[in-house]
């Protein structure tokens, strides 16, 4: 089911039948970027156990960490809602922005200036070659979906962000909302 056409800042959900990969089993997905040469995005609803904090012991703040995709896990990517104070901001869409001068958000953070719900970070992103995600799209893996939600996503999105989505959609997604997420321990 494809709502609208491919591109950055729609949301991808998780069909149902995405079941026993650990990174997209019931996840949404920001995408942070589609062109000709492949797609970028974000997954919004899998939070890890670390905190920023952990990670970069020198900003104090215990920010959650997201599980970001399956790409470059090693790697810390953030996006934001506020690119007047974070310089070097890539626009994604609908008031989201993509990364900047790192060195600047680090100050932001430790003076209180950024709160939760302006800021996301993540280990990793989901990447797709050129026409792969199309060719997931038509496999019927994912359900595109415009992101109503424009910048609020940063403090809306949580772990039952999957749930709540295939309730909105309805219909014969409608069964899926309260199903196991592994269909063997039903």
Known sequence: MISEKL?????????????????FNRS???????????SVGFIMNKPLKFKLN????????KFKVYNGGPVE??????IHNIPELIPDSVEISNGIFWGGNFEVTK???????????????????SGWGFNQLETELQANSWILHKNIYGKKILSIASTSFWKEQILELGGEYLIWSNAPENPILN
Do not use: C, M, T, W
């Open 107 to 125: 100050d932001l953070l430790n003076s209180g200036i950024v709160k939760k719900k302006n800021i996301r970070f993540f280990l990793g992103y």
């Open 54 to 61: 952990d990670l970069v012991p020198e900003i104090n703040s």
């Open 7 to 23: 591109k950055k800042g729609s949301l991808l959900i998780a069909e149902p039948s995405i079941i026993g990969d650990l990174s």
């Open 73 to 78: 896990q090693d790697n810390l990517y953030f």
């Open 28 to 38: 949404v997905i920001l995408l942070a970027d589609h062109n000709e040469d492949g």
